[in-house]
């Protein structure tokens, strides 16, 4: 976990943006 902890935070920052970005683009379209 702690080996892992740094890549793991980022790639769950990417996940996050873009879950975040779909949203905002749901309410933009929307």
């Known amino acids: 976990m702690v ?3 740094h ?3 980022s ?3 990417w996940r996050t ?3 975040s970005l779909h949203r905002f683009l ?3 379209f929307g």
């Open 26 to 28: 749901l309410i933009f």
């Open 7 to 9: 890549r793991s935070r």
């Open 3 to 5: 080996t892992t902890g």
């Open 17 to 19: 943006a873009g879950r």
């Open 11 to 13: 790639r769950d920052a």
